[in-house]
């Protein structure tokens, strides 16, 4: 059993241990290392002293993007049993006066002022759709034309109205977390589009978000260590990652096979790291992410809330502290009798105003509310301050966007088994931590059972050719001649094409990977104009006769076939392509079909039973998970097939009667929803 360590217990650490009890059962000992006393990172639910009253003192909310497809947050929510509150408001509070959002700025400042704010976000929706906010952080986001000029540039440049201008920053403000002159103009408008209908929906956990760390911590497999601060990392000669702590008694070393670090920057920046080669990559990555952004918590009791109907919504914007949000905590939580308010104060603001005393914050926001509410001093009960100052990034995801795989493993030649995680890589949400806790796990699988092969290979000699031996009794079933079907069904592969793209017959279809030819037989048989590629000369000289002209020896990253020769692709063959020909290779299979492509290679994160029965890693040269592959057919021309055709209830229905189901291929449904790919038009074609 091979030994990984997980630095870091907030949200990150738990989600990625949660996501490797899921893909990795037993197969692996997983140790937590927490530097404080208490688990759960940013996501801190308090109460009072003075009152049974609770109020949210790290994370504020949780975004929804289930009006636009999967939200792998709110289904992680719902597994866990838990209760959600929806969240919404639309005043913001300019010039000392709470206002009713366009109709409220309409009557205060005129229709000059409303039409800026309505041609604006009229603007932003032409600029960004729902669809691509859903899809969040990419390397498309460098094309974007707004992605290279300040948000403050693109505000001076689109919005005339000195006032509209204003209401706008302070609408952002306590998101973007920064000055707009810290930001570009695209992640400012990933917070624009936000106050627009059918982007996206807010909500918090009934009863406190910090239950979302307890139920997380209910269900991993781990072992926690609380106040164990790892100070460095490094690589001992047995190739193995070592980690130096502090455990609160004194110094701590311990070895591993496998390492995530689910740290914040900020603190990942304190690291040390041990080796020219990491020490470089680390201090490369950590300055690439390098845009602190700062919040600042102030929650106050009132022994009653004083504001009546005033504040009717879950929050407003305010003005104040240069554009901070003020949050009503009884709309969401029990305060009993009594009224709680919560500014989250960002920004140079936050910088700057935590250098105050608590009372001097207490204070500050007291003044800050609009004289409409009535003297809220008459009413103080108790403060309470939390700073979380470079807690968040003021540019998710870095100028330019990389590739996730290369945002995840910042020395991966040396180093492979060191994976990081953070919402910085992403949009500085729990949504975006969960997204690259999923990622980095990923990785973690593959790298996993690369060394478990490796570890069997200690014991049992396995060998890793494609040779005549390994067609003569292919994955242990016998001949290849004898025991194809086994493994490649041609009704079965017909049957997904007509559901996935609709077609039943008359295409011309390539079979990548077509070892003799048997699969290309059975398609011709089926009236399907079938053809083959294959690069092992043994096997290709196998072909019979009558296929020979349809199974072709060659090789995926140079084929002998016109542009657009074929409607569809079954390939088999790009997991044996080498890491440095296998993007070359997805661009090849792009050149020759029209429609689309069925990925069929072997994957990281196929049940290890049937990897081990069928010793499926041996030739694997890319080995990687269906979400990995994913990417790489996303940078190569390719789209999700079920991004325009969700029919994975059919696709699932046709595999567990074909028995390619659980035990057999397929573990679930998104490993098939991985499986079908769009050939997408070049704007140059």
């Known amino acids: 059993m091979l030994d990984l360590a997980i630095v870091g217990g907030g949200p990150g650490g738990l989600m990625s241990a949660w996501y490797l009890k899921k893909k990795l059962g037993d197969l692996c000992r997983i140790t937590i290392y927490e530097a404080s006393d208490r688990l759960g990172g940013k996501i801190v639910t308090r109460k009072f002293d003075t009152a049974n009253a609770m109020y949210e003192a790290g994370v504020a909310e949780i975004y929804d993007y289930s009006m636009t497809g999967p939200d792998p947050l709110r289904e992680l929510i719902q597994h866990f049993g838990l209760q959600t509150i929806p969240m919404d408001a639309e005043q913001v509070q300019l010039d000392g006066v709470l206002l009713n959002d366009v109709p409220g700025m309409r009557r205060k400042y005129g229709e000059k002022t409303a039409a800026a704010i309505e041609a604006f976000r009229k603007r932003c929706t032409g600029m960004m759709s729902p669809l691509q906010y859903y899809e969040g952080v990419g390397a498309q986001d460098n094309e974007h034309p707004w992605a290279w000029k300040t948000a403050e540039q693109l505000l001076d440049e689109e919005v005339d109205d000195p006032v ?29 589009v936000m106050d627009v209908d059918g982007y996206i929906g807010l909500y918090s956990i009934q009863n406190g978000n910090e239950q979302l760390i307890e139920c997380l911590a209910s269900e991993v497999s781990a072992d926690i260590q609380l106040n164990h601060r790892v100070l460095k990392v490094g690589k001992t000669a047995a190739g193995r990652y070592r980690l130096n702590m502090m455990n609160g008694k004194g110094p701590e070393s311990r070895d591993f096979d496998l390492v995530l670090m689910c740290l914040p920057h900020s603190w990942l920046s304190t690291m040390g790291w041990e080796g020219e080669q990491l020490r470089a990559s680390m201090v490369k990555h950590v300055s690439y992410f390098d845009r602190p952004a700062h919040y600042l918590r102030v929650s106050i009791l009132f022994d009653e809330p004083f504001w009546g109907e005033k504040i009717p919504g879950s929050w407003f914007m305010s003005e104040a502290f240069g554009g901070c949000c003020v949050y009503n905590e009884g709309s969401r939580h029990d305060v009993g ?42 009413y103080f009960l108790e403060g309470k301050i939390h700073r979380w100052l470079s807690s968040v990034n003021a540019l998710p995801g870095g100028l330019p966007a990389r590739d ?94 007509r559901i996935v793209w609709g077609e039943a017959k008359g295409y011309k279809l390539l079979v990548a990977g077509s070892a003799s030819g048997e699969l290309v037989g059975a398609l011709r048989e089926r009236g399907i104009d079938a053809w083959g590629i294959e690069n092992n000369r043994a096997i290709h000289a196998k072909t019979p006769r009558a296929l ?7 090789t995926v990253t140079d084929m002998p ?25 997805v661009r090849e299979l792009n050149r020759v079909v029209r429609t689309g492509i069925v990925f069929g290679s072997v994957t990281s994160d196929m049940a290890p039973a049937i990897i081990d029965r069928y010793d499926l890693l041996r030739g694997v040269k890319k080995l990687g998970t269906w979400w990995e592959w994913s990417e790489l057919f996303f940078g190569n021309g390719f789209d999700l097939s079920m991004h325009r055709r969700d029919v994975m209830d059919a696709v699932w229905a046709a595999t567990l009667a074909a028995n390619k189901g659980p035990g057999h291929w397929y573990a679930d449904a998104d490993s098939l929803r991985y499986s079908f790919f769009d050939r997408i038009e070049d704007e140059d074609e």
């Open 164 to 192: 509209a201008k204003r209401f706008f920053k302070v609408m952002a403000r306590s998101d973007i977390a920064t000055e707009s002159h810290n930001t570009n103009g695209l992640n400012a408008l990933k917070n624009f």
């Open 337 to 378: 009798r009594h009224g709680v308010l919560n500014w989250l104060i960002a920004g140079s603001d936050a910088l700057a105003f935590a250098n105050l005393s608590d009372q001097e914050l207490i204070d500050a926001a007291l003044k800050s509310l609009p004289a409409s509410l009535g003297n809220a001093r008459e």
């Open 404 to 497: 996730v795989l290369t945002n995840h493993r910042p020395e991966p030649k040396q180093h492979p088994g060191i994976v990081v995680v953070g919402d910085y890589l992403f949009d500085s949400t729990l949504n975006g931590l969960l997204d690259s806790s999923d990622a980095a796990t990923d990785l973690i699988l593959t790298e996993m059972m690369r060394l478990r092969r490796a570890k069997t290979q200690t014991e049992k000699p396995l060998s890793d050719k494609i040779d005549r031996d390994y067609f003569d009794n292919y994955r242990g079933a016998g001949p290849y001649s004898e025991a194809w079907h086994r493994f490649t069904d041609p009704d079965y592969l017909t049957q997904l094409i």
């Open 548 to 554: 020979q002209k349809y199974n072709k020896l060659g």
């Open 561 to 585: 076939f016109k542009a657009g020769s074929f409607d569809f692709v079954f390939e088999t063959s790009l997991c044996h392509v080498s890491e440095r020909q296998v993007a070359r290779a």
